[in-house]
């Protein structure tokens, strides 16, 4: 029986997030794994089994509850630094531990906003136009507004949180949406309003290839689909999403395409804005929340699926393949 630690917490605002998932993933895991959370925390890392917490050794990839347990694989499912960012991933390859997620490289480029975007734009991929800054005053708010227009959207560029977003309508308003996003990152990304309807795609391996899931609308009670509307119920998510037929097929060859051509691994989702009938992309999200209140578990539902029969998927298609 393989053991099988699933990483979460995290450094990142979404600490709490990251422990909903990874405790919904636990709840529904195949019973032929034993699985432990590993909790990341700044103060030090451990395994947290009910109630007691047992200090973990990154070096040996062990923890000690009585007696000496080491990790056969791992499943990192941290909201941001450092495991969407594909830190932990490195480090468990450097310990030569399998692991289901996607690679430090395709986790590092997706995690970025602005980089994953403009790589996207390179294969034909529609885009938002966009404006990158490594610091607040590299552009003056008359010169965004010039090359941008209004409304924006000022963004953490290099975090996976959804801390730190903002839709400016006014040009006054830019200065203080850069101060809240450069408190979530290094570097900021600024992106024109993009008018359409949002839908996001969740997409993996199956044995049989790539799989899309049904598409989730989301049509949020706030400005977008910020923290409130991700986490505190403040949006509608409506699946499957109330798009055409060829809308949503279109949607799902994309999404498909990007998993395979940025070589993803394990569940992704990517989110895109259709604006009449043509789908851009937003971001692509390679640990997509996975708590009750999330996405993923609705397309799941609505495919017909469990929970359990979807990780038992995706670890002998990744574990065995990866």
């Known amino acids: 029986m393989k053991i099988i630690g699933i990483f979460c917490g995290g450094f990142s605002s979404e600490w709490e997030i ?5 405790q919904t993933i636990q709840d529904n895991f195949p019973k032929d794994f034993t699985v432990y959370k590993i909790v990341v925390d700044r103060k030090g890392w451990y395994a947290q089994i009910d109630d007691k917490q047992f200090p973990f050794d990154l070096n040996s990839m062990t923890f000690n509850n009585g007696s000496q347990v080491r990790l056969d694989a791992g499943l990192v499912y941290v909201h941001g630094d450092p495991g969407e960012n594909g830190k932990i991933q490195a480090l468990l390859e450097m310990n030569g531990i399998p692991y289901v997620n996607s690679s430090p490289l395709a986790s590092a480029l997706s995690f970025d906003k602005w980089y994953c ?15 990158f800054l490594i610091r607040k005053d590299e552009f003056t708010p008359a010169q965004i507004v010039a090359e941008l227009g209004l409304p924006i959207f000022v963004k953490p560029s290099d975090s ?10 006014t040009e006054d308003g830019i200065s203080e949406a850069l101060e ?13 309003f993009l008018d359409g309807t949002e839908v996001t795609c969740g997409v993996y391996r199956k044995k049989s290839g790539v799989h899309a899931l049904p598409l989730t609308e989301i049509a949020s009670e706030n400005e977008f689909f910020d923290y409130a ?3 505190l119920g403040e949006s509608k998510e409506i699946t499957p999403a109330r798009v055409s037929d060829e809308v949503r097929d279109e949607v799902q060859k994309q999404a ?10 394990s569940i992704s989702r990517i989110d895109f804005m259709v604006v009449n009938g043509v789908p ?10 996975f708590s009750p209140a999330s996405i993923v578990p609705q397309m799941i539902k609505c495919e017909g699926g469990t929970i359990h029969d979807f990780w038992k998927e995706i670890l002998e298609v990744e574990l065995v393949n990866g």
């Open 18 to 22: 990251s422990l909903k998932s990874a």
């Open 117 to 131: 975007n403009q790589f996207l734009k390179n294969f034909g991929i529609k885009v938002a136009k966009s404006l």
């Open 160 to 169: 996976g949180s959804s801390y730190g977003i903002s839709k400016v309508k």
């Open 180 to 192: 809240n996003a450069f408190k979530e990152g290094r570097t900021v990304v600024i992106e024109s």
């Open 229 to 231: 509307a991700k986490y």
């Open 256 to 265: 498909k395409y990007i998993y395979q051509l940025m070589q993803l691994r």
């Open 280 to 289: 851009h992309v937003i971001e692509v999200n390679t640990t997509p929340g």
